[in-house]
């Protein structure tokens, strides 16, 4: 190496020492490449925290809301037969839930907790009773008749149970007059809720229930 430096001078010098130093340093790289690879330490990874506790306690409070009274309708004293009312303006969407009560023999139809429609209604009698307790609208059906008495029109029927009882149409609302267990109901108050009612949608049956605002209805 001496030699050769003297002939080729100073230039040829520092290109050997630049390639010793390249030399040098593949060898160290060669050497750190193949040392252990260095093991970092998981980053610990915060967990999100959800308020199950909350998030139930606001759905719950939010179901017990819709299904609250709300409203109800400016009535003048007890509904008499015949007698209907009906008013969803300005009501906003909710679930629809219906009661009946055996004693106050009056229908109310709630949405979101709102009253929106009421009607003395048609009961059973003490040997056909109407049941009392929570049913959903299993079907319904828009002309019906019945096959068991008579062919009696029942229009707009909405059955709560498989064996016939249903909230109908086609009845004599008035004094004196039952059914065989079905809730007849005005005809005006029945297409309306025919019009709005989905299977599913529950229809409570009491015996002396009375509510009044911020009630549970169900």
Known sequence: MDVILKWIGGGTVAAALVLAGI??????????????????????????????????????????????????????????????????????????????????????????????????????????????GVFPILWKQRHNVSEKYGNAPMPWSMFLTNDGIAIHGGSEVENGYASHGCIGVPDDIAKRLFAIAKEGDRVVITDGKRMGMGDSII
Request: negative net charge; without cysteine; proline residues 9%.
């Open 23 to 132: 030399a040098i340093g593949g060898r160290a790289t060669a050497e750190n490449d193949m040392s252990e690879p260095a093991i970092e330490a998981p980053t610990p990874v915060s967990q999100p925290v959800f308020a199950h506790g909350a998030i139930a306690a606001k759905a719950a409070a939010d179901a017990k809301r819709l299904y609250t009274v709300r409203r109800v309708l400016p009535i003048d004293g007890p509904i008499k037969y015949g007698e209907w009312h009906w008013d969803d303006e300005n009501v906003p969407d909710g679930p629809l839930l219906v009661t009946v009560d055996l004693q106050a023999r009056v229908i109310s139809i709630f949405r979101g907790g709102y009253e929106i429609g009421a009607a003395a209604v048609m009961l059973g009698t003490d040997q056909h009773p109407t049941p009392t």
